[in-house]
C-alpha cells in the first residue's frame, strides 16, 4: 500500500511518502523553491517523493491532506461572529481566498495533483485527518513505544490547540483537547512578536534570547506575576485561558494590542532591527519560565491519563528543546520521544501514517534492531551523485580536491576544522525537519572562542546571540553534557558538564548582553550558552556512518569528540538542497572550506 501525505497552505509545505507502512521519503517543499517556509502546494516535494519512491501518482492508494479545511472554516466563522463586529477587516481579507480556494480544498487538491502527473485517469483516494491527529501519528507511529501517552501542542489546529492522545499498538485514542482561542502555541507567538522576531518563524530566537534574562532580577518575577495575572490563568492540568482583551490574533491583524502591553511591562513593541536591552531578555526569560510550567503540567495530565511511562511529542511548542530539557530532567515518564520534524511539516508524514494505520487498520512494523525509530535519523530528502557534484564544480569552476575514499577526506576535514576553518558539509540525504543534522550542515571547532562570532556575524549573517548546538560521539555525550540518553534530532538541552565550565565573575549578571556574550564560560565555548546549557545532537556510527567518522578524526587530532554544528544556510534562506544551493552559500559567505561527497573545495588554489 503507497500513501503520500501533504502539509500546505499555512506555513512549512511538505510530502511525505509510506510504502507498505516503512516511510520511503519526506521533504520541506521550501528547500526547493528557496522561499523560506513555502507555504504553496508541495508540488516539488510530492514530485521528489514519488520519484524516491519509484512510484506513479496511479499507483497510490491515497493522498492524505494534514487537515480537516472545513472545521478550519467553522472555527474562523464563529470566532468572527462571537467578536463581532471586531475583526471586520481581517474578515474582509480572510473571506475571498477561502470562498475561491479553501471551501474547495477537494477540486484544489485534484487540480494541483494533475499538475504532478498530466491526463492521469483515476485520480487517489483523498483523506483529510484532523490537525491533532497528524501531529500525534507523526510522534507515536515513528517511536519505539509499543504504546505511549501522546502530547501535541501548537499554535492552532482546526479548533485544538492542544491534545492528549493515547496511542497503543496501531490506534490512537484522543482523551482531552484545549480549544482555541486558548493556546499555549499562540501565547508564546505574541511574545515572539512583541520582542520583535516574525511569528512561526522567530520562536527560536526567543528561546535563543531567554538565557540572557537575569534569573536574580525582580523584574523576572514581576513580568511573570504580570503574565499570570493578565495574560493568562493556568489551570493544575496545564490547560489555560487567555484574555482576548490583550490579544488581536483570533480576528485582527496583529498578534497582540500594543497599548495595552506597553502599558502592562512599560515598553513599547521592539522594533526588530532595534537593539536588544535587558528588559528584552528579561521578558523572553520570563514568558519561557511560564511555558515551561504549562508543558510540564499538560505532561502530568498525560501520565495521570494514560499511566504510561512514555511519552510522544509533536506540533510546534515541542521544537522547545529548553521546556523539552526540563521534561526529561523531570522522570515524569522513562521514555521521551519527539518528533524532529514537530512542526506543520511533520504534519504530512503523520497524515500519511494516520491514514495507513488508522484509517486503513494496517499494523505497526517495528524498528530494525539498534535503530532509535523508525525515521532513519531524519535524512529522508534528496541525495546527489558524484556526477551532480562534478557538473556543479564544472559550473562554478571552483578548485577542489577529489579523494578515492571517505577516511582521508574525513581526516583533512578535520584538521582544517582543529585549524580554526568553518567547513560546509554536504553529504547523502537531506534531513526532513528544521534542523542540520550532519548532512547539510556548518561545522566548526567547539574549542574555538571565536567560533561564535565568526559563524554568527561572517557566514549566517544573523542576530550575535544565537547560540549554537553541539554534535557529540553519541558514546562521548555524558563526558561533556549533564545528559544520559540520546538526542539524535537536537530537540534537548542540558546544561555543560561542572568539569568544562569556567568560573563567573560576581557582576556577570548585571553585564551587557554583548560582554555577557563573549565571556569565555566553558573549555567548549563555542557551544557554550549564556547559561551553561546545549541543544545537542548525539551522533551514532549507524545512523550517520560518515558524520560519525569526521567526529572519531576530529576527536583522533584534538581529545575532543564534539563540534560545533549549525544548519547551512544564511539568515533568512533555507538549508541548502542541492550541490549549486550549497556552492553559492559557500561563496556568497566567508566560509573557509566546503566538503561534498568525496570532494574538497577551496576558494582559491591552496
Not at 502599558?263 to 515551561?292: D, S
Not at 561564535?452 to 544565537?466: D, M
Not at 538542497?577 to 591552496?606: Q, S
Request: net charge neutral; with cysteine; aromatic share 12%.
Amino acid at each position: 500500500m503507497n500513501v503520500l501525505g501533504l502539509s500546505a497552505f499555512y506555513h512549512d509545505s511538505a510530502a511525505a511518502i509510506l510504502q507498505n507502512g516503512k516511510i520511503i521519503a519526506a521533504a520541506q517543499e521550501e528547500r526547493f523553491t528557496r522561499i523560506k517556509n513555502d507555504p504553496s502546494f508541495p508540488q516539488h516535494a510530492a514530485r521528489f517523493c514519488l520519484q524516491y519512491a519509484g512510484l506513479s501518482l496511479s499507483e497510490i492508494d491515497a493522498v492524505v491532506f494534514y487537515d480537516k479545511p472545513l472545521l478550519k472554516f467553522e472555527r474562523l466563522l464563529e470566532t468572527y461572529y462571537a467578536f463581532a463586529p471586531k475583526g471586520w477587516r481581517s474578515f474582509v481579507n480572510a473571506m475571498p481566498v477561502w470562498m475561491k480556494e479553501k471551501m474547495f480544498m477537494k477540486k484544489l487538491l485534484k487540480d494541483e495533483l494533475q499538475q504532478l502527473q498530466p491526463g492521469i485517469k483515476k485520480m487517489p483516494r483523498l483523506l483529510f485527518p484532523e490537525h491533532h491527529l497528524s501531529h500525534a501519528a507523526s510522534a507515536f507511529y515513528p517511536s519505539p513505544c509499543t504504546e505511549s501517552a501522546i502530547l501535541t501542542l501548537d499554535g492552532v489546529g482546526e479548533w485544538a490547540t492542544a491534545s492528549i492522545c493515547y496511542g497503543k499498538h496501531n490506534q490512537i485514542t484522543l482523551l482531552k483537547e484545549l480549544r482555541f482561542p486558548h493556546s499555549v502555541g499562540l501565547l508564546y507567538s505574541a511574545f515572539t512578536y512583541f520582542l520583535g522576531f516574525e511569528v512561526n518563524e522567530g520562536e527560536y530566537k526567543l528561546m535563543g534570547l531567554a538565557p540572557y534574562g537575569n534569573p536574580h532580577s525582580p523584574e523576572v518575577e514581576q513580568y511573570i506575576q504580570k503574565i499570570k495575572s493578565e495574560l493568562v490563568s493556568i489551570a493544575p492540568d496545564g490547560s489555560l485561558w487567555l484574555n482576548q482583551r490583550y490579544f488581536n490574533y483570533a480576528t485582527g491583524l496583529e498578534m497582540v494590542n500594543q497599548r495595552l502591553w506597553k502599558n502592562l511591562f512599560g515598553f513599547e513593541r521592539r522594533n526588530p532591527e532595534a537593539p536588544i536591552e535587558q528588559q528584552h531578555c528579561n521578558l523572553a526569560l520570563a514568558i519561557q519560565q511560564v511555558t515551561e510550567q504549562v508543558v510540564l503540567a499538560m505532561a502530568a495530565e498525560a501520565k495521570r491519563l494514560t499511566g504510561s511511562n512514555n511519552l510522544c511529542m509533536a506540533g510546534g511548542v515541542a521544537l522547545n528543546c529548553v521546556a523539552n530539557g526540563k521534561l526529561l530532567k523531570s522522570a515524569l515518564f522513562d521514555n521521551l520521544y519527539i518528533q524532529p520534524a514537530a512542526g506543520d511539516a511533520g504534519g504530512a508524514l503523520g497524515a500519511a501514517l494516520a491514514a495507513y494505520h488508522i484509517g486503513f487498520n494496517q499494523p505497526r512494523t517495528g524498528t530494525a534492531a539498534g535503530d532509535f525509530d523508525s525515521m532513519q535519523g531524519a535524512y529522508l530528502g534528496p541525495e546527489f551523485s558524484e556526477l551532480d557534484i562534478q557538473q556543479t564544480a564544472r559550473t562554478f569552476k571552483l578548485p577542489f580536491t577529489r579523494y578515492t575514499t571517505f577516511e582521508p577526506l574525513a581526516q583533512r576535514v578535520a584538521q582544517l576544522i582543529a585549524g580554526g576553518n568553518a567547513v560546509g558539509w554536504f553529504q547523502g540525504r537531506m534531513e526532513y525537519g528544521p534542523r542540520a543534522l550532519g548532512n547539510r550542515s556548518i561545522l566548526g571547532d567547539a574549542r574555538n572562542p571565536d567560533m561564535q562570532k565568526k559563524l554568527n556575524l561572517k557566514i549566517k549573517y544573523r542576530e550575535s546571540f544565537r547560540p549554537f548546538a553541539p554534535s557529540v560521539l553519541e558514546e562521548d555525550c555524558h563526558t561533556y553534557f549533564e545528559l544520559n540518553c540520546p538526542s539524535p534530532y537536537m530537540l534537548l538541552v542540558a546544561n555543560v558538564q561542572n568539569h568544562f565550565r569556567n568560573p563567573l565573575p560576581e557582576n556577570y549578571h548585571q553585564l551587557p548582553l554583548k560582554e555577557k556574550l563573549y565571556f569565555i564560560r566553558a573549555a567548549i565555548p563555542a557551544v557554550t550558552h549564556i547559561d551553561f546549557s546545549a541543544r545537542i545532537q548525539t551522533v551514532n556510527r549507524q545512523a550517520n556512518p560518515q558524520y560519525y567518522q569526521l567526529l572519531a578524526a576530529f576527536k583522533e587530532i584534538t581529545g575532543f569528540g564534539v563540534l560545533v554544528n549549525t544548519s547551512f544556510n544564511v539568515r533568512g534562506e533555507p538549508i541548502v538542497c542541492t550541490p549549486d544551493d550549497a556552492v553559492r552559500c559557500f561563496l556568497n559567505t566567508e566560509m573557509d572550506y566546503l566538503a561534498m561527497g568525496n570532494f574538497l573545495f577551496a576558494k582559491k588554489n591552496e
